[in-house]
């Protein structure tokens, strides 16, 4: 098994501009043997890593953990899109075996329209050329412009990140679902069954989470459903092993290759994880 989506960070690298003191939970350093405990606790084999800082500092920082851990199978770094050197950044970048995709911050960018922003052709035709993956992450208000993205290069390798981040907590799922559907039928969006639980509010149960991930595997498939944990953001809300239990739960229905797809084959073919 293969979780598609976790964390690593030392906060006194300094640039985590989005974490503070006041997510109690989190706001310590998380390594290799925090998540090496969690992984043996479910049996998950390899994690894939993911950026949490918009910098490509960070990202080398993940790189050299993966080189160094046989729990990682992957990363997820960062590049900025909109600089002039994005193309020979992430040919740099692509000397790593282990980089596999990369994910701009989208939802802490103001712009809801950034992506389509005619500068950025040059850095997504290099992510395309490198033959890597882009994680989209985005909110329910950008699946319009994802939808023109996604038609603009139809070419680009794409996973939405934690299900574009339902309104579960409003008990919103009118027009994600419209949109989510739509990127679905397309037919080669995947999609992370991730951060939900984060997005259910302090007071969430597992049936409210539970049409969020039915509606996923609905549209998607067990063919491009992808399990991620986003631990260790996944404190804020719940822990490692509830969450795992809980995704196998509302998929214990499906047959075991199935299952098998959505808990590590799919994510192994969509990041190519060969290591």
């Keep these: 098994m293969i979780d598609a989506h976790v964390h690593l960070w030392k906060i006194a690298r300094g640039d985590y501009g989005w ?97 389509l922003k005619p500068e950025l052709d040059a850095a997504f035709r290099a992510v395309i050329d490198q033959d890597i993956c882009f994680d989209a992450l985005v909110l329910p208000r950008h699946l319009t412009q994802l939808q023109t993205l996604l038609a603009r290069y139809p070419d680009l390798r794409v996973i939405i990140d934690h299900g574009a981040k339902p309104l579960i907590a409003e008990g919103i799922i009118e027009g994600w679902a419209e949109d989510m559907k739509a ?29 969020y991930a039915n509606d996923l595997l609905a549209w998607f498939g067990p063919e491009r459903i992808v399990w991620g944990s986003d631990w260790p953001v996944l404190r804020l809300a719940s822990n490692y092993k509830r969450w795992f239990e809980l995704a196998q ?15 590590g084959e799919n994510a192994r073919r969509f990041y190519r994880l060969e290591h």
């Design 19 to 115: 974490m503070s003191s006041d997510l109690a939970a989190i706001y310590r350093d998380f390594d290799i043997e925090d998540l090496r405990v969690r992984l043996q606790s479910t049996g998950v084999a390899q994690a894939v890593l993911v950026q949490a800082a918009p910098t490509v500092a960070e990202t080398e920082f993940l790189l050299e953990i993966a080189a160094s851990a046989d729990e990682i199978a992957g990363v997820v770094g960062w590049i900025d899109f909109e600089s002039p050197t994005a193309a020979d950044d992430l040919s740099s970048l692509c000397r790593s075996p282990w980089l596999k995709s990369v994910r701009p911050m989208i939802q802490d960018i103001p712009d809801p329209d950034w992506m």
């Design 249 to 263: 739960s509302y998929y214990g229905g499906l047959g075991e290759s199935e299952r098998g797809a959505i808990f």
């Design 183 to 211: 990127i679905a039928g397309l037919g080669s969006v995947y999609c992370k069954l991730s951060g939900l639980v984060t997005e259910a509010g302090k007071d969430w149960t597992e049936e409210t989470v539970r049409p």
